[in-house]
């Protein structure tokens, strides 16, 4: 992608009604734009990012034997009016009338409707488990929308309920799902941690939510050291990981522990803030039995489904990544959720060795490289590909072309490595 054809709108100046850094950068490194309180548009880049986290998601819920389904982001009232919830959601649920005064709504979540889908065509005890997904647009009415994407009220998530037809079959997919969600977040390239919460809106006995360690998050939070490794998704026995996960201590304030805290050798204890971008919750039979959803057992017993639901903010994560890793020059992408891997810096735009380096390193990252192909000075082009966060900067310049070499920064480390131009291709990974 060359820069000088692309609509990356990067802004010089902060932007004032921007508080926090994620915000910041992700308006001036041309991510999104606001286009109503809440409601962002995805610009080419922020797009790119969105779509790569979404689709690691989405691997990983595949991995986790989930099947993946798209539900519509307007529901009936009627529905929510089975569960009870209609009512009780009260002013986040965004009310709609149609052209017939039919009564819908923006779904914020879909326990209602999978229940619907379920109870429509499982009938009876072989139809069960099922486990299903959807990566789709919710609307909360937040009362203060803030910070950017973290608290916006459209926001992309990604949503899965389990059904089962005991306890044993429920916990089962509560680890499997815990699970996913570790992988998720280390392919991302974040730590993430596991902390026993509420339920809150959802009801039910048992939540984790998932925090991403960042000094703006809303949550304060407590964890023993050992989470920090990260290498804890690296775990294959289920049960063996699900008992690591939950036995380690890790809190928000609202479940702190003092006694079990107290426990954890001094040196160990961490408290921090979080950002919650991702919860589970088993919630039993709440919504099969309010939606008079069972099915027939093997000696004809009626079995109402033991369910779940899980949920991960795709578009939250984007802002809680970039509050984890920027500097004061810019947004620090992981390699794998980057927009580009590489910017490509011509130093010397119509200098025909620096054109011709610029021109091979262009064709052989393809999408993954952002080619800065401007008359602008060197300075504005680094200052802006720091900002933008790509991993890897490859400047090229006329001292360097002559005799085929590259200069490769590292945008994490700062570490700099003078390359042949097959060298460089090699290490980004083209
Ligand atoms: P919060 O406590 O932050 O309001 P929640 O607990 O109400 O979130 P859940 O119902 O658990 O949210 O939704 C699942 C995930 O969706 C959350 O973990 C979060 O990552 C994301 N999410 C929820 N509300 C928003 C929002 N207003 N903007 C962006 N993402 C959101
Ligand atoms: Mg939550």
Not at 22 to 32: E, I, N, T, Y
Not at 311 to 332: N, P, Q, W
Request: hydrophobic residues 40%.
């Amino acid at each position: 992608m060359r820069l000088s054809q692309s609509l990356i709108p990067t802004l010089k100046e902060t932007p004032a009604e921007a508080q926090i850094a994620s915000h910041r950068l992700m308006l001036r490194a041309g991510l999104v734009r606001q286009m109503a309180s809440g409601i962002y548009a995805w610009l080419p880049a922020g797009l790119k990012v969105l779509t790569k986290i979404a689709n690691i998601v989405r691997e990983e819920q595949d991995a986790a034997g989930a099947q993946e389904l798209l539900m519509p982001t307007i529901q009936s009232a009627d529905l929510w009016r089975e569960s009870g919830r209609y009512e009780a959601y009260g002013k986040e649920m965004l009310r709609i009338a149609d052209r017939h005064e039919r009564e819908l709504l923006f779904g914020p979540t879909n326990e209602e409707m999978i229940t619907a889908i379920l109870r429509d065509s499982a009938k009876s005890y072989r139809d069960l488990p099922q486990l299903l997904y959807h990566i789709q647009w919710k609307f909360r009415d937040e009362l203060r929308p803030r910070f950017g994407v973290l608290r916006g009220r459209e926001f992309l998530m990604k949503d899965a309920y389990s059904f089962d037809l005991d306890y044993a079959g429920a916990l089962i997919a509560y680890k499997k799902m815990m699970l996913a969600y570790m992988r998720t977040f280390q392919r991302i390239g974040i730590t993430a941690i596991p902390m026993r919460a509420d339920t809150g809106q959802i009801g039910g006995d048992l939540s984790h939510e998932f925090h991403i360690l960042a000094p703006t998050g809303e949550s304060g939070v407590f964890y023993d050291a050992a989470f920090e490794a990260g290498d804890a998704a690296g775990a294959t026995d289920l049960d063996a990981f699900y008992e690591q996960m939950t036995t380690i201590y890790a809190a928000t304030d609202e479940k702190h522990d003092i006694a079990a805290w107290e426990k954890i050798p001094e040196d160990r204890r961490r408290e921090g803030r979080g950002i919650e971008v991702g919860q589970i919750f088993y919630f039993g039979k709440k919504y099969s039995e309010a939606m008079n959803f069972a099915v027939t057992g093997a000696d004809g017993s009626k079995i109402f489904p033991e369910m779940g639901s899980y949920g991960i903010g795709v578009s939250r994560l984007v802002g809680a990544i970039i509050e984890a890793r920027h500097d004061d020059a810019g947004i620090i992408w992981p390699d794998a959720i980057a927009p580009f891997r590489a910017a490509i810096l011509n130093l010397r735009q119509g200098d025909s060795a620096t054109d011709h380096i610029c021109d091979v390193l262009h064709e052989n990252l393809g999408a993954e490289a952002l080619y800065d192909d401007r008359t602008e000075r060197a300075g504005v082009k680094f200052a802006e590909a720091d900002l933008m966060g790509h991993p890897w900067q490859l400047i090229v310049g006329p001292r360097g072309a002559a005799s085929g070499m590259v200069e490769l920064k590292r945008r994490a480390t700062g570490e700099r490595l003078e390359l042949s131009l097959p060298d460089a291709l090699k290490v980004v990974g083209a």
